[in-house]
C-alpha cells in the first residue's frame, strides 16, 4: 500500500512540475508579447513625429514670435501634418546646416524658404514647388545703383549660404562679397554703409524696408526667379511622396494660397 501511495504521489508531482513549468513558460511568453507589442507601439508613435530643421530668420517664411517659431512654411508643414498623421519638430539651425542635416538623418527633411538648384539637387531630393519667389536688392536712397548691371565693382551685402550668396559670388566675384548670417545684420551692414547692396528674397527685403521706416529702396529690376520646395534626403521616397501629395493637396484645395496671403499682402 505504502508503495502504492509513494507511485501516486510521484505521479501527482510530476504533472505538478509539469504545469507549473507551462504556466511559468506561459507567463514568460506574455510577458514577451507584451514587451514586443508595447515596442512596436512606441516605434510607430515614433514615427508619426517628424524633424524639420529650419533657419527661422527668413520672415514672413520662418521666424520667431517670442518663444514660438511662425511663419508661411510652418504653417504649410503643419497642415500636412494634420493631413497625413504625424507631429512636426522644429529644429531651428544655421541655413547652411539645414541641408546638411536632412543628408545625415539629424532632420527627416529641410524646409526654410529654400531654392531648389542643381547643386542641392546632387545632395537631397526636392518635393514639388509650393513657392515661387524673387530676389531683390535693397540700397540706400541715395546710392548710385540703380539696375543690378550698376552693382558692379560695388560691395554686395548676403546671407551665407542663400541663393542671394550663389549668384552675387558667381556673378561679382567673391571679393566684392561681405556675408552676414541674419538677414538684420546684412540690412545693418548697408545702413552703415559696409556693403552698398543687399541681396534678399523680395518679401523679407520689403518686411525690412517697411519695418526701417521706408526709407530705402528695393532695386525695380528683380535679381533672380527661384522656386522653394522641401528638401529631404536622397532616396527617402517614403517622407518625399508624403510630403508631395500635402503640397498638391494643400495647392487643389485653396489652402496653400490662403496660407500665402495670410502672410503676403
Known amino acids: 500500500m505504502k508503495k502504492f501511495l509513494s507511485l501516486v504521489l510521484s505521479i501527482f508531482m510530476i504533472f505538478g512540475l509539469v ?3 507551462s504556466s511559468s513558460s506561459n507567463a514568460t511568453s506574455a510577458t514577451n508579447a507584451m514587451a514586443s507589442e508595447n515596442a512596436t507601439v512606441e516605434t510607430e508613435a515614433a514615427k508619426k513625429k517628424l524633424v524639420m530643421c529650419t533657419n527661422a530668420e527668413f520672415p514672413p517664411y520662418e521666424y520667431h514670435d517670442g518663444n514660438n ?6 504653417d504649410i508643414i503643419n497642415a500636412i501634418a494634420k493631413m497625413k498623421g504625424f507631429d512636426v519638430e522644429i529644429m531651428d539651425i544655421a541655413f547652411d546646416a539645414t541641408i546638411p542635416s536632412a543628408m545625415s538623418g539629424k532632420a527627416d527633411f ?3 524658404g529654400m531654392t531648389v538648384t542643381e547643386d542641392r539637387k546632387e545632395n537631397v531630393d526636392f518635393t514639388h514647388t509650393y513657392q515661387t519667389a524673387i530676389q531683390s536688392v535693397i540700397v540706400s536712397p541715395t546710392s548710385d545703383i540703380k539696375t543690378i548691371e550698376d552693382m558692379k565693382g560695388k560691395m554686395i551685402g548676403v546671407i551665407e549660404g542663400y541663393t542671394g ?5 558667381e556673378d561679382f566675384g567673391e571679393e566684392h562679397i561681405l556675408r552676414y548670417h ?12 559696409k556693403v552698398d547692396a543687399f541681396v534678399i528674397d523680395d518679401q523679407v527685403a520689403k518686411a525690412l524696408v ?6 530705402y529702396v528695393i532695386l525695380d529690376s528683380a535679381y533672380a526667379l527661384e522656386e522653394y520646395a522641401i528638401a529631404v ?9 508624403m510630403l508631395n501629395e500635402g503640397i498638391d493637396e494643400l495647392k487643389a484645395s485653396g489652402e496653400l494660397q490662403k496660407i500665402i496671403d495670410k502672410y503676403i499682402e
Request: with cysteine; net charge negative; glycine share 18%.
Open 110 to 112: 529641410a524646409m526654410s
Open 210 to 215: 517697411a519695418e526701417d521706416g521706408g526709407e
Open 165 to 169: 550668396d550663389l549668384y552675387a559670388t
Open 69 to 74: 517659431i511662425i511663419g508661411i512654411d510652418v
Open 19 to 21: 504545469a507549473c513549468g
Open 233 to 241: 534626403k536622397k532616396g527617402n521616397t517614403e517622407i518625399l511622396n
Open 182 to 193: 541674419k538677414n538684420t545684420d546684412g540690412f545693418q551692414g548697408l545702413k552703415s554703409g
